[in-house]
């Protein structure tokens, strides 16, 4: 072999110097690649320091529709607690069916238990984008709440009535700061039970679900 | 045995391993690299903080990608492909790990491991995808001789 690189015959202290290089350099380049993005667009790039999103996640309900046997439901934990970060919402053995823990926080919900709850129509579901966005395409049933009208007119929630469903609130997708947002303001404004999709909108189109057109109808 | 094992010792099997390694590795890290922040939620999916600080979530979620990405080019372009193999193969175990240590918290979510698109829900199925292609990496790294 004449090759000035090793082709797979390093060994020993020659080979982890190699394992080493690749960690090194894929590393090196990945904090550059943040460093870049972060001085042309700081909101895009990664911070130095990770903290954690303030929704924790809502667990799938098992396939075969049977409660999980072995960990004993303990009962959904007192609202502020959570510190316990392998079971964070205290749910123990719970997220069977639709049943979900009455907790004072917005829950994050993932596209699966979304499709399950819009399928048994046994939840209330907010669309946090604009009108425009809405009109153009939207999960059927979904009520269209932007996030920045409410901001701006709070009655609108005090009035909003999920006729005793949990609340599901979705926009377009990303770090959706307008669901997680508009989550907030609803358990501000004494709703319970508020489960935000973060995948929103798009992950929506993507898994080809039903959706809907049009605006609101006036008077709704 | 010595049939296997001169199978697997097969310089065209293990060079087809580490190209089938590298694409994967290559596949893997470059939708991760164009959505860093979504790869740094699907980290924190994970729940590593018992074992790795919360802090560090987005220092991974930077330098996994990259290292993925780095790995699987010396991979398929054959420069120093044993220890790109190597890095495959302890990189897929720690992820095997990761989703082992998931599933008996009764964790479920969407891994990310291709990053957000062709997201698959951690659980049995992503187990048996990462043993395999974990095996990929071991075939991959044999020793040349």
Redesign the interface.
């Given at each position: 072999m004449d090759r000035w690189?090793?082709?797979?015959?390093?060994?020993g202290s020659r080979?982890?110097?190699?394992?080493l290089?690749?960690?090194a350099?894929?590393?090196l380049?990945?904090?550059a690649?943040?460093a870049l993005?972060q001085r042309g667009a700081p909101k895009?790039?990664?911070?130095?320091?990770?903290t954690?999103?303030t929704l924790d996640?809502l667990?799938?309900a098992p396939a075969d529709g049977v409660a999980?046997g072995g960990?004993a439901p303990s009962s959904p934990s007192a609202p502020g607690t959570g510190g316990d970060?392998?079971?964070?919402l205290g749910l123990g053995g719970e997220g069977t069916g639709f049943d979900i823990p009455d907790v004072a926080r917005p829950l994050q919900i993932?596209i699966?238990r979304v499709k399950q709850f819009f399928d048994a129509k046994k939840a209330t579901i907010i669309d946090a984008r604009d009108p425009e966005e809405y009109a153009a395409g939207h999960i059927p049933g979904a009520i269209n709440l932007p996030h920045d009208q409410v901001a701006l007119d709070p009655d609108r929630l005090e009035k909003f009535d999920p006729q005793g469903k949990p609340i599901i609130v979705y926009c377009g997708g990303g770090?959706c700061e307008a669901s997680m947002n508009l989550g907030f303001a609803l358990v501000a404004a004494g709703k319970h039970k508020v489960l935000v999709f973060m995948g929103g909108w798009p992950e929506w189109v993507?898994k080809g679900y039903p959706v809907a057109k049009g605006p609101t109808p006036e008077g709704a | 045995m010595g049939v296997i094992r001169g199978f697997f010792a097969h310089p065209t099997v293990?060079r087809g391993a580490q190209l089938i390694a590298g694409a994967i590795f290559l596949a893997a890290a470059l939708p991760k690299?164009a959505d860093?922040?979504a790869f740094?939620?699907s980290v924190?999916?994970f729940?590593l903080?018992?074992v790795i600080p919360?802090?560090?979530?987005?220092?991974l979620?930077?330098?996994?990608?990259?290292?993925?990405?780095?790995?699987g080019l010396?991979l398929v372009a054959?420069?120093?492909?044993?220890?790109?193999a190597?890095?495959y193969t302890?990189l897929l175990g720690a992820f095997t790990i990761g989703v082992i240590a998931a599933m008996a918290?009764?964790?479920?979510?969407?891994c990310g491991c291709f990053g957000k698109?062709s997201a698959g829900?951690v659980g049995a199925k992503k187990l048996m995808e990462n043993l395999a292609m974990l095996a990929v990496g071991v075939v991959a790294s044999v020793?040349?001789r």
């Open positions: 690189w090793p082709d797979g015959t390093e060994t080979l982890w110097q190699g394992v290089l690749i960690v350099t894929g590393s380049l990945g904090i690649q943040n993005v895009e790039a990664l911070a130095w320091r990770y954690p999103p996640v667990p799938d999980n960990t970060m392998n079971d964070p993932q699966t770090t993507t | 293990r690299i860093l922040s740094a939620t924190h999916n729940r903080e018992p919360i802090v560090a979530t987005n220092l979620a930077m330098t996994i990608p990259w290292t993925e990405l780095v790995a010396a054959g420069v120093r492909p044993r220890a790109g190597l890095v302890i918290r009764g964790l479920s979510f969407e698109a829900t020793e040349r």
